[in-house]
C-alpha cells in the first residue's frame, strides 16, 4: 500500500532564507509523487509533480524537488522564501488506481 | 486556462437534511473524484468515478453518499442525511485519460448544524 509521511507539521523561516519541506513515501512500485499548496480559504494548486523521467523536479514559483528512491523522500524545496510562500503544502502519492493519498501537510510561515 | 468549478462555495445545512454538491469538470476530463478535508486535518479520498460509474470508494462512503453525473456535465456528491461530522470542505478533481495528474476546484465548505 502506498503513503506519505511528511515530517513536520509547522516550518517557520525568515523571508530570503531557504525552504525545506520533508516527504518521506512508501510505495510498492514506482510512483507518482506531487506536491500540492493550499493558500488559506483556496484550493489545491499543483506545485510540481515526479514520474520518473527526472530525479530533481521543477516546479512553479520556483519549488522544485528531488526524488530519493535509496532514501524513499521527496523532500521540496526553495532557495529563497518568499511572503506569498506562506500556505499549506501538501506531498501526495498516487496509488495504482490513480486516486490520491495526502500527507497529513506541513503548514510554513514566512517571517518578515 | 480551464478550471475545474465547484458550487456553491459554502453550504450551510441542518442535521439529516440532504444536500447536493456540484461540480464541473473541465471538459475532455474522464476520470472524476471527490475528497473532504476536516479542519485541521489531511485531505481524505472519498471516491472515483469513471465511464459512468464508481471506480473506487473510501470506507467513508457510505451508503448516505452517492455520486452522479446527471447531464453529461455536472458531476454531483449527495449526502441523503447529514451528520455533524460530515463538515468538512470537499473539494472535486479531475483528471483526462493518459495522465494521473489531477485538477482540483476550489472546493465547497459544508457547515452542518
Known amino acids: 500500500a502506498q503513503s506519505v509521511t511528511q515530517l513536520d507539521s509547522h516550518v517557520s523561516v525568515s523571508e530570503g532564507t531557504p525552504v525545506l519541506l520533508r516527504c518521506n513515501y512508501s510505495?510498492?512500485?514506482?510512483?507518482?509523487l506531487f506536491w500540492y499548496v493550499q493558500h488559506p480559504n483556496k484550493g489545491l494548486q499543483l506545485l510540481l509533480k515526479?514520474?520518473?523521467?527526472?530525479?530533481l523536479v521543477k516546479g512553479i514559483n520556483g519549488f522544485e524537488a528531488e526524488f530519493k528512491k535509496s532514501e524513499t523522500s521527496f523532500h521540496l524545496t526553495k532557495p529563497s522564501a518568499h511572503m506569498s510562500d506562506a500556505a499549506e503544502y501538501f506531498c501526495?502519492?498516487?496509488?495504482?488506481?490513480?486516486?490520491?493519498?495526502f500527507g497529513t501537510g506541513t503548514r510554513l510561515k514566512v517571517l518578515a | 486556462e480551464p478550471e475545474v468549478t465547484q458550487t456553491p462555495s459554502h453550504q450551510v445545512t441542518q442535521m439529516g437534511q440532504e444536500v447536493i454538491l456540484r461540480c464541473v469538470p473541465i471538459?475532455?476530463?474522464?476520470?472524476f473524484y471527490w475528497y473532504r478535508q476536516i479542519l485541521g486535518q489531511k485531505v481524505e479520498f472519498l471516491v472515483s468515478?469513471?465511464?459512468?460509474?464508481?471506480?473506487?470508494k473510501s470506507e467513508i462512503f457510505d451508503d448516505q453518499f452517492s455520486v452522479e453525473r446527471p447531464d453529461g456535465s455536472n458531476f454531483t456528491l449527495k449526502i441523503r442525511s447529514t451528520k455533524l461530522e460530515d463538515s468538512a470542505m470537499y473539494f472535486c478533481?479531475?483528471?483526462?485519460?493518459?495522465?494521473?495528474?489531477?485538477?482540483f476546484g476550489p472546493g465547497t465548505r459544508l457547515t452542518v448544524l
Open positions: 501526495v502519492v498516487s496509488s495504482g488506481t490513480y486516486k490520491y493519498i
Open positions: 510505495s510498492s512500485y514506482s510512483p507518482s
Open positions: 515526479y514520474t520518473s523521467a527526472a530525479t
Open positions: 471538459s475532455n476530463h474522464l476520470y
Open positions: 468515478f469513471y465511464n459512468n460509474e464508481i471506480s473506487e
Open positions: 478533481a479531475t483528471n483526462p485519460v493518459g495522465t494521473d495528474t489531477q485538477y
